[in-house]
Nanobody, 115 residues
Framework: QVQLVESGGGLVQAGGSLKLSCAVS????????MGWYRQGPGKQRELVAV???????NYADAVKRRFTISRDNAKRTVYLQMNSLIAEDTAVYYC?????????WGRGTQVTVSS
């Protein structure tokens, strides 16, 4: 089992920044890609960004050039740096880890952007 704990959410004004962290309960050696997802009010959960074990990244069009995903395997942590936040970024942000045949989710952290 892998447990994921997100942190770093909060209330920020439009144009501001936040950095989310996802702490992984055990070694990330067996974890392939990790991602951040979000679910806004009345919306379906959607992919925000993903990073592979090798460090390759992919982003949703809505966050390209504003968000950056990174991972620190030694600290067992994945980050999401969010800049130039807009009201539409308001959502619960979830961390996901994909291992060998299994996927794990965190409980999420709320991000609220005030306009």
């Amino acid at each position: 089992q892998v447990q994921l704990v997100e942190s770093g959410g909060g209330l920020v004004q439009a144009g501001g920044s936040l950095k989310l962290s996802c702490a992984v309960s055990r070694s990330m050696f067996s974890i392939n890609d990790m991602g951040w997802y979000r679910q806004g009010p009345g919306k379906q959960r959607e992919l925000v960004a993903v990073i592979t074990r090798g460090g390759n990244t992919n982003y949703a069009d809505a966050v390209k050039r504003r968000f950056t995903i990174s991972r620190d395997n030694a600290k067992r942590t994945v980050y999401l740096q969010m800049n130039s936040l807009i009201a539409e970024d308001t959502a619960v942000y979830y961390c996901k880890a994909n291992g060998a045949g299994s996927s794990y989710w965190g409980r999420g952290t709320q991000v609220t952007v005030s306009s």
